[in-house]
């Protein structure tokens, strides 16, 4: 019985892992975004194997929901016809590999060495007591409230530069 | 529960700025005449370059810090704001892109290097570098039928994106390994449990250093450097090549010299080799060369190059001397670059190095102000760049690193060959045809202010230290 989160984790990882690789290697592109749905979807549950319901029901609504969708628009409207005859890495990809194998190897290798830090005040017991919903939202709100009016900001930067590059016209008189 | 209103008084700058900037956004829907949107964001820079007078402090438990050290560098952002606006006014006219949103995404860009210099927390720090780079990504690409300029916004875009995926991984794995995001509370728990040695950490701060080298366009991760400053509106690399290279200094002083500060030799083991390669790749590759503005681009990675010297030296000395040249570079860069905008007109794109060919003969003054920004980059004396770069090698030095202040030396005497062929071009070369100068009063002003700076910090440097160090002091 013990071993069972452990399992459920287990399942989880590797198949973010599997379903991260199928994003990028599809030639493609609406596969590419299918199996990122799927990919979102395990991220979710992985949340919510976490206690954090509220992150897991965001990365539904917001990412598998919005986000995907549009994804999906822009790549129905652009003409796939070219792009599947596209090549899906550049020459330069063992380079690539050879480094991210690097970082593999030495974060590998660190992670015997790694400490966790001391825990915080939000304990299983007490997220679960007040939920998750609530004990996020009161965190948000007081301690984290600076941080969180700048990410407003950048969200209307995104807006701004939407209308820029996309909107407005290409010269002005 | 009750109800607490936080001492605003630190932040006054930023909420100044945030309100002043979305009035500017607002203002662009009712004014026709853009050029007033330029001038409404030089009062936008006054008025807070006036709130930053009063204040210093903290606020938000630690997670801004407004002290000396981030009000000097604010300074820098606003003087590199208003001088960019300056020379942006004619330009924009000219390129056919003259947008009112322009102004405002500069003003975003810089209240994201404001926050940036204050954070006193990894999270705060993140946000505010993404509020500076989403802001600029949109600035390069802002010549939309430009294909270069297309480029330019996606490789900037491209690999900031990647760079901040790395900030993310170390910030996260610092957390994991210290329960805290405040830079003075991970340092506080490096030293109580002698993290300083663990390789976990170790690599944390290597990602951390890897995402600050991008955003420094430091070797070997300088790559879309050349591209994106080639690519980009003129006055945008003129702004892109100050202001997010001076924020990300502030940000690596911060988290390197406070956070890291148990993990000296550590860092300095990753930052030597880094800086070493900096000078060395920019300056050689900027030799071979054909257009200004990519030649600038290899200048400005040597650069930070010659700037982290100061932060390898890790005394106040050194971060001081890395303030300074921020300063010092932000007047003679955009001089620089204010003279290549004034080539700029109609058809002719003017940022070949062959356009120089005689300028002196043509346009005695623009050439004699050219001469005056080329010598400051070099590092001749009298000129601010000469001072710059003394007091950083100087501090680096004292700090003991005597053989890479002589590699650094033997660099900088190299970067004479590519500055100095700009001069000859313009001296002894005969014009092969006369070019109209796309000048105007606010491009004016804006040379006069470079030129009065490059001059004033390098016949009297000690006023302009001084008061760096004196700034360091409450760090």
Known sequence: ??????????????????????????????????????????????????????????????YAGAILVLFLFVVLLLNLKEELQADRFIGTWPAGLLVSAAIFVSLAAALQKFVPGPKGNFTIDLIQRVTHTKVLGQVLYTEYLFPFEIASLVLLIAVIGAIVLAKKRMRSH | MQL???????????????????????????????????????????IVAYFLT????????????????????????????????????????????????????ILFSTLGMMVMASAGDLIVLYLGLELMALSTYILAGFLRYDMKSNEAALKYFLLGAFASAFLLYGTALVYGMT????????????????????????????????????KIAAVPFHMWAPDAYEGAPTSITAYMSVGPKAAGF????????????????????????????????????????????????????????????????????????????????????????????????????????????????????????MLVFMFSLTGIPPTAGFMGKFYLFMSAIQAGYTWV???????????????????MLMYMKEPKETVALSSSPAIGLALAVALVGVLAIGVVPSFFVNFAKAAVAGF
């Open chain 1, 1 to 62: 019985m013990s071993m069972l989160p452990q399992m459920f984790f287990g399942y989880f990882a590797s198949a973010i892992v599997v379903l991260s690789l199928l994003v990028i290697t599809r030639k493609n592109p609406v596969h590419s975004v299918m199996w990122m749905l799927l990919l979102f979807f395990h991220i979710a549950s992985m949340y919510l194997f976490l206690n954090a319901e509220f992150i897991a029901a965001i990365q539904v609504i917001v």
């Open chain 2, 4 to 46: 607490m209103m936080p001492n605003l008084q630190p932040v006054m700058p930023e909420i100044t700025m945030t309100v002043l900037a979305l009035l500017v956004l607002v203002a662009d829907l009712v004014i026709k005449r853009k050029e007033t949107i330029g001038l409404l964001s030089i009062i936008t820079a006054a």
């Open chain 2, 54 to 105: 009063t204040a210093k402090g903290t606020a938000f438990n630690g997670m801004f810090l407004s002290d000396g050290y981030s009000i000097f560098f604010k300074l820098i952002f606003l003087m590199n704001l208003i001088l960019t606006v300056l020379i942006s006014v004619k330009y924009l006219s000219v390129e056919r892109v003259n947008f009112g949103e322009y102004y405002s995404l």
């Open chain 2, 179 to 214: 329960g805290t995001t405040d830079l003075k509370e991970i340092a506080g728990y490096i030293a109580l449990n002698g993290l300083a040695q663990n390789p976990m950490l170790i690599l944390a701060m290597i990602f951390v250093a890897v995402a600050f080298s991008f």
């Open chain 2, 250 to 369: 502030a940000v690596i002083g911060r988290v390197f010299l406070v956070a890291f500060g148990g993990m000296k030799v550590e860092w300095s083991a990753v930052l030597i080799p880094i800086a070493i390669l900096t000078m060395g790749l920019g300056n050689i590759v900027a030799i071979s060369q054909t257009n200004i503005k990519r030649m600038l681009a290899y200048s400005s990675i040597a650069h930070a190059g010659y700037a982290l010297l100061g932060i390898i030296a890790g005394t106040p000395d050194g971060l001081a001397s890395v303030m300074v040249y921020m300063l010092v570079y932000a007047f003679m860069n955009i001089g620089a670059f204010a003279v290549i905008i004034m080539l700029r007109s109609g058809d002719f794109k003017g940022d070949s190095l062959s356009d120089y060919e005689g300028l002196a003969k043509t346009h005695p003054l623009a050439a004699g102000l």
């Open chain 2, 405 to 423: 202040v002589l590699i650094a030396v033997i660099f900088s005497a190299i970067s004479a060959y590519f500055y100095l062929r700009v001069v």
